[in-house]
């Protein structure tokens, strides 16, 4: 099994900067990719971000250019840096580990974007 924890979250101005982290930990040499989820208030969890295990990335049409997506000593800490955060970008941000058995998931933190 795999435990990820998301911490980072928070309150920010429109136009401000945060950056969320994702802890991984126990079976992380069994990870073939990581990603990050959103799930605005009343709406359904969308992919933002995700990253394999060769490093390539791919990102949501709407953070494109804003968000940036990275991880670090292998699988044990992935991170979303997000840019010029709009008020649309509030949610709760969820890490993703994808296994061969199956993926896991964070608990989530909560970004709030002010206008």
């Known amino acids: 099994q795999v435990q990820l924890v998301e911490s980072g979250g928070g309150l920010v101005q429109a136009g401000g900067s945060l950056r969320v982290s994702c802890a991984a930990s126990?079976?992380?040499?069994?990870?073939?990719?990581m990603g990050w989820y959103r799930q605005p208030p009343g709406k359904q969890r969308e992919l933002v971000a995700i990253?394999?295990?060769?490093?390539?990335?791919n990102y949501a049409d709407s953070v494109k250019g804003r968000f940036t997506i990275s991880r670090e000593h292998a699988w044990n800490w992935v991170y979303l840096q997000m840019n010029s955060l709009k008020p649309e970008d509030t949610a709760v941000y969820y890490c993703n580990a994808v296994l061969y058995e199956g993926m896991y998931w964070g608990q989530g933190t909560q970004v709030t974007v002010s206008s």
């Open positions: 126990g079976r992380i040499r069994g990870i073939n990719a």
């Open positions: 990253i394999t295990g060769g490093g390539t990335t």
